[in-house]
């Protein structure tokens, strides 16, 4: 079989992954993981919102608008709600004086982003088949051989270096983290990103 990895694009920056690991153990410092109220194993921490609305990185909104097919039949579902993910301009005060904020200022130089997330895949657990509406930009900060990215059938590792990866979660994909640590990526919608 011929593994076609185009889905994932390797880009031309990279972040001091000490710097990042510091990062993230400041924002939990301010803010714990602890999951979102409704939403079964989905942990979220926002960077940005839309400006002037805490409301807006809250519950739902916290995951957006994907499809899925649930059962043998399928059948596509839609599932959550639409996101305007080009008003989340905002970074979140609190977290301005990490190195999350020089990392999405300049992210925010380079690409065209919406939602900017903290997330979460605990051990032992996959997120559903699903599609976005948009590729999806991952810087992963702590990482293991068993956390794996699929992509229409083709899965790949991304390791925790520092590198900057966009996915092409337009197709079919899912995560898992088949560690037994917590695998937490930076993540960010990318809005201005075509695939070849």
């Known amino acids: 079989m011929d593994l076609n990895f185009k889905d994932f694009q390797k880009q031309d920056i990279k972040f001091d992954i000490n710097e990042l690991l510091k990062a993230y153990e400041e924002i939990l410092k301010i803010k714990d993981f602890t999951g979102l109220k409704g939403i079964s194993n989905f942990g979220a921490i926002s960077l940005t919102q839309i400006p002037g609305d805490p409301d807006s990185i809250k519950g739902h909104k916290a995951r957006g608008i994907f499809w899925t097919k649930p059962d043998k039949s399928g059948k596509e579902v839609i599932r959550d709600q639409k996101i305007n993910e080009a008003a989340y301009t905002e970074f979140i005060e609190d977290y301005k004086k990490t190195y999350f904020k020089e990392v999405f200022d300049i992210l925010s130089s380079k690409f065209k982003l ?72 930076l993540v960010a919608c990318v809005l201005d990103y075509k695939f070849n």
């Open 114 to 185: 919406g939602r900017v997330r903290i997330l979460l895949k605990e051990p032992r657990s996959t997120l559903s088949w699903h599609r976005d509406p948009e590729p999806r930009l991952h810087i992963p900060i702590i990482t293991n051989p068993g956390s794996i990215m699929v992509i229409d059938n083709v899965a790949k590792h991304l390791p925790a270096d520092g590198s900057v990866w966009i996915t092409n979660n337009t197709k079919y994909h899912n995560a898992f983290n088949g560690g037994e640590e917590n695998r937490i990526h």
